[in-house]
């Protein structure tokens, strides 16, 4: 029982360690910086993704991490995300890094016990700014589509906590982004793609082909 009870004090020890281990920074910190901070962090992920030999999309995912969960109010993320997502693309990688984030926020707000309110409303803003970027982009049903309708059946719910820490440091409240995804789907459902009537001359082309 002893040994028992010492390996699960240990296992729920390293989680705890690891509880903001998937954040360079959290959202309280990077509101703090400004356009010319954002981009030295950026620069710097960029440089470090150059120069290491495996692994190059790792400081690409934190720089990316960081830059969706600061909060968006200036609309600095276009101004920001555009060198993550060309040196991501170059590795083939874009897709994939904001699938890990996505369920790196997830499974975070699904699970907060280990996770600081702080750390919460890290990953709630973070998956807040991913979805305002997907939005244009859902009636084509693709890659964005997906990313959001995970969301929305992930059936996250805030824990009051975290909307305490969020209304107390942005006099803003804190809506699940489970909710937030299932309005977006809702308001912009798939348009079906229209096939193209055969021209005159495609159709005389058929006829005689038969």
């Known amino acids: 029982m002893k040994i028992t009870n010492f390996i699960l004090a240990t296992m729920v020890f ?3 360690l690891n509880a903001q281990a998937g954040l360079l920074l959290n959202y309280s910190q990077l509101a703090t910086k400004d356009l010319d901070e954002m981009n030295q962090l950026v620069n710097d992920k960029i440089k470090e993704s150059k120069k290491s030999y495996s692994g190059k999309n790792v400081p690409l995912k934190e720089a990316l991490q960081a830059i969706y969960s600061r909060p968006n109010d200036d609309d600095m993320i ?4 555009g060198p993550v997502r060309t040196n991501l693309d170059e590795l083939e990688a874009w897709e994939k890094t904001v699938s890990q984030l996505t369920d790196e926020a997830v499974n975070a707000l699904k699970h907060t016990k280990p996770f600081k309110p ?13 979805m305002s970027e997907m939005k244009p982009f859902l009636k084509d049903g693709g890659f964005e589509r997906k990313i959001v309708e995970r969301i929305a059946n992930a059936k996250i719910e805030i824990t009051d906590a975290a909307k305490g820490e969020r209304k107390l440091r942005m006099m ?18 798939v348009v079906a793609k229209k096939v193209a009537a055969p021209t005159e001359s495609s159709a005389e082309t058929s006829t005689s082909q038969q």
Not at 118 to 130: G, K
């Open 118 to 130: 702080v750390v919460q409303v890290t990953y709630a803003i973070f998956l807040e700014n991913l």
């Open 172 to 189: 803003k409240g804190t809506d699940s982004p489970s909710d937030i995804a299932t309005k977006l789907l809702s308001e912009n459902p």
């Open 14 to 16: 390293v989680l705890c």
């Open 78 to 81: 276009d101004k920001i995300v």
